[in-house]
């Protein structure tokens, strides 16, 4: 078996100067041999060898592109703005959880196994009075593009509910069919529950 590996030195070990440093890469050769026998000595033996400089070099006649910065194209702006509203909506959802509440409380308040976020010698303590839950978890099939799915997915984190998720993307072969056998025809959000 034999590998090549190339090895340039490290710029630590380097010194540094003002002018260029020189490029000084090594490719080592490296040999490996096994040889087992029918008793239970095997031997092993391995062999490293260094050439000289080599490098890498373009094909002839390449040329390479010339970098571009990155901007949308100019009839894409408003679908780009569009897209990252609901970044910014959803960004204090967590706080608007059903009974959700947040305090500063001292140290000794909350118990050492649990995890809280300490603030200036005092501790976050979280705490949430969720209504009643169903026994069985609610299923949702749906998909990810669909505004009505979406709407979904919002008021569920908001109301903190435990759902099961079924994703039924476009020709999907999963669940997407399962909605058309439950539901008669194929319309998301579509819910068991």
């Known amino acids: 078996m034999t590998g090549v ?11 540094f100067s003002s002018h260029k440093l020189s490029r000084n890469n090594r490719v080592l050769l490296v040999k490996s041999m096994a040889q087992s026998s029918d008793s239970s000595n095997g031997s092993t033996s391995v062999s490293t060898q260094e050439e000289p400089n080599s490098s890498f070099s373009p094909p002839p006649n390449f040329k390479p592109p010339k970098p571009k910065p990155f901007t949308p194209r100019g009839d894409k702006i408003l679908d780009i703005l569009g897209a990252s509203l609901a970044l910014i909506f959803r960004l204090g959802t967590g706080a608007l959880v059903s009974g959700y509440s947040a305090s500063f409380v001292p140290k000794n308040e ?16 979280e705490s ?4 009643p839950r169903p026994e069985k978890p609610i299923e949702i099939y749906e998909f990810e593009s669909c505004p009505f799915c979406r709407k979904v997915r919002e008021i569920v984190a908001i109301l903190d509910l435990d759902v099961l998720y079924y994703p039924c993307p476009r020709n999907g072969p999963n669940f997407r069919p399962m909605v058309g056998q439950m539901g008669g025809k194929q319309q998301f959000p579509y819910m068991v529950g």
């Open 5 to 15: 590996l190339n090895v340039s030195p490290a710029p630590i070990f380097r010194p």
């Open 110 to 125: 909350v118990p050492s196994d649990q995890y809280a976020l300490e603030i200036a010698g005092f501790k976050v303590k």
């Open 128 to 131: 949430s009075n969720i209504g």
